[in-house]
């Protein structure tokens, strides 16, 4: 059933003023009862900043199970425009905290997706680790689902060609996509962009300049491994290379994309 997303940003409002009151109001039903189940509130859709602001919220404080449990104070909504490109939201690493960029309609599955990235950045060293170990058996074993593999594929060749120099832009995806799809070994496709970037990555220049002559694609990650960590607050491991940076990302793609589909089937 698809709720008329007013109609459900009015009970949403409901639900988090009862939250509000509930030291005053015993019989406050607390949140988590208010909000029958996750499916819901992928399945909402906000229509512009306000309304993705409330909604991804209401998604943050579902899903943020971290000890700390401070992302909804980390990350701040703002409107997409020229951050967006091809993509319909993303999120960005800025400083210590992030930010989810929105379009002018954002539904709850899409600010699942982006808030899944907005978590798994703040994973500790181990657990980043054990998310690429699981996720690449996964992908090996046939154990995700082909459509989340292609669009995981789609969203990281989208990243990995945005940190070359726009000079390639026409290129990089070319490159990335016949490496995927030409390789014959049994390799599962996240296996095969690892490999095809390996060599692609350190061979490309990237958009960041070193002061003299320019960087590869390798640099860019490199920078994004900086980035990643300080967001974390976590100093960087010695032996995270951007090679690390770079499957973490890929893998976080197919990570976000297969929880945001579970949300919305509500399975
Ligand atoms: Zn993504």
Not at 141 to 162: H, N
Not at 177 to 183: G, I, K
Not at 228 to 254: C, K, N, Q, S
Request: with cysteine; net charge negative.
């Amino acid at each position: 059933m698809r709720f008329p997303a007013t109609g459900a940003l009015v009970l949403l409002f409901a639900a988090t003023s009862a939250s509000a009151q509930v030291t005053l109001v015993t019989n406050a039903p607390p949140r988590v009862d208010a909000i029958p189940n996750d499916a819901w509130l992928c399945r909402q859709v906000a229509r512009d900043l306000d309304e993705g602001t409330l909604l991804g919220h209401a998604i943050l404080a579902r899903y943020d199970l971290a000890p700390a449990h401070d992302l909804i104070d980390r990350i701040q909504f703002r409107r997409g425009d020229r951050h967006l490109g091809e993509a319909i939201a993303a999120f960005a690493v800025e400083g210590t905290g992030g930010v989810i960029y929105v379009s002018d309609s954002t539904d709850g599955g899409t600010l699942l997706h982006e808030a899944t990235h907005a978590m798994m950045l703040r994973l500790t060293p181990d657990e980043a680790v054990q998310e690429i170990t699981r996720v690449m058996a996964a992908d090996s074993a046939g154990d995700i689902d082909a459509d989340i593999v292609d669009l995981a594929r789609r969203s990281f060749t989208l990243s990995f060609t945005a940190s070359a120099d726009p000079e390639l832009w026409g290129l990089v995806p070319m490159v990335l996509t016949s490496a995927a799809f030409s390789d014959n070994s049994t390799a599962g496709t996240l296996a095969r962009l690892v490999h095809a970037t390996d060599s692609a990555a350190v061979q490309l220049q990237g958009n960041v300049s070193k002061g003299w002559g320019r960087a590869t694609i390798a640099d860019a990650y490199d920078d994004a491994a900086a980035a990643h960590w300080r967001y974390a607050g976590v100093p960087r491991p010695a032996w995270w290379t951007w090679r690390d940076e770079r499957t973490f990302r890929l893998i976080g793609e197919a990570a976000a994309y297969d929880r945001a589909k579970r949300c919305v089937a509500g399975s």
